[in-house]
């Protein structure tokens, strides 16, 4: 406790902590509608919802929904769970499907140009291993200035209604008309576009809702395009010229190599360079394990990018509310950065430098530890002079306030129901811990634990895929954590109640665990 030995992955210190201790509430010491994380965050909603509410956390700072058929509903809904929200209307540009489309098919057949058609003249399908029959999706030329007027009518449209801004899907920086995807994308080639046109015709798209959409009055309304893609820099930049900002699509995973074209330095560069000049970025990060290791890679990959307020980050699966976690480190507070992203030297990992901390990135296939030259605190608040970071993996450090966090550690080797057998470990506090053989036993520990909300941190490790979660109680809560290739994991946690013990028990027998730290962070609201 207290050492400057090296600490498991360090996530998270919330600035708020510095007021909770000096026993003030954040809210009497932040503005109103003020957030002090470093992070901005965007929700993808692509589908009808009743509620667009995510699991827990928040705010959001960006919404990207569906419209769907009553687009002036749906953004009354979005408005009703995220008040303090920027949110955008999403409009597909690449293909149509006749049988959603408002317009009857008299007026389709008099705008026939606007379609893609193969030698023999028959309209080009998309997508054609997923929709058919009354469901197919037909090719529209995106070089074609009818067409151009059409989807700005939407897009001002959308406007009027009240959206702020516009995500146009399908605005492609790779031609996706080629004989390979015959069959397997694409019905047919098309006769009337080829690749060169293609590109320019996504331009002069682009140009033509932007300037539509100016001259109705709209000038001041956002229009972003999916998506910049890391393998065509110079391309992606071109289009960018034309609107405010696009996404990042898939943009970052722990299947991403390092190096390459489309490696992970190649997407923060295009990302940095996006966001230096000016333009809105939102990097889209599917998640490929749903968890807190890859969330906090993508994230701070996301920090070595992030310039201004206009740069927004998810991660989740696609897109629905309720598939949009939400982690504490999400939260963290660093204050504006000092310097760009950089290679450590002796290494492949990157750190950025911030006013009140740093964030480091490893997206290399094996672990490092990184020498941090200063004294940070990791998330259970203890100072450390080096970090672990697992192999595509990040850490987020602060740097110490000067104040004594209030803490209170609780070993887990005190346990001694049967279920759970002390073991020798030296390098962890007290150089021992507990292995939990059992699902049903639950040890109590003493604590004196007052009301308000906590952060709960918990270091422990499994012994084997099946065996690598535990269970925390707190009062009538219980929350499962499972360790991953981090041997560490935090959650939140409200206590209304005070509290005279911690309970803990195996959720996977075997599962190892060596304490558990309770930083409070505030009084309830």
Known sequence: MGSTRVRPPAFLLLACCIAAL????????????????????????LGTFKSYKIREGGPVDLVILSPEDHPDDALARVRRDHPTATVFAYLNSMDIMLSRAPEPASFWKEHESWFLHDATGARVTVRVKNYGGDLARFAMNVAEPGYHEY???????????GYDGLQLDN?????????LQVGRFISALPADID????????????????????SSGFGQRDIIFNHMRAGEPERA???????????????????????????WKARVDLAREAAAAGKRTNLLCAATFLGPDEALFTFASYLMAKQTER??????????????????????????ATSNAYAVAGSEVYRRDFEKGVVLVNPNDSAVTVPLNGTFLDD???????VFVPAKGGAILTKPPGVA????????????APSFKKIAVPDRSAHAAVQINGTTEVCSIPATVPPGRYRVVVDGEGSGASADAAAIVLGGETRRVAFDQSRRRTFDADVRSALTEVGLKGAEAGVIVDRIVLVRLGDLP
């Open 237 to 263: 930049m071109t289009y960018l010229a034309a609107v405010e900002g696009a996404n990042a699509e898939t943009w970052m995973d722990r299947k991403v190599q390092p190096k390459g074209k489309w490696g």
């Open 405 to 416: 966090f209030q803490r209170q550690v609780l070993e887990a080797e005190v346990c001694s």
């Open 195 to 214: 690749e060169e046109r293609w590109y320019a015709g996504e331009v002069a798209m682009l140009r033509a809702i932007r300037r539509i959409a100016t």
């Open 171 to 179: 605005v492609e920086t790779d031609y996706s008309y080629r004989p």
């Open 22 to 45: 000096s026993g003030h509430d954040v809210a009497a010491i932040r503005p109103e509608g003020e957030s002090l994380r470093t992070g901005r965050f965007c929700l993808m909603a």
């Open 311 to 336: 740069n927004t980050f998810w991660y989740g699966r696609p897109y629905r509310p309720d598939e949009m976690p939400w982690f504490p480190f999400y939260d963290v507070e660093l204050g504006p």
């Open 151 to 161: 989807l700005a009518g939407q897009a001002v449209k959308f406007f009027k209604i």
């Open 380 to 386: 259970a608040f203890e100072p450390t002079s080096g």
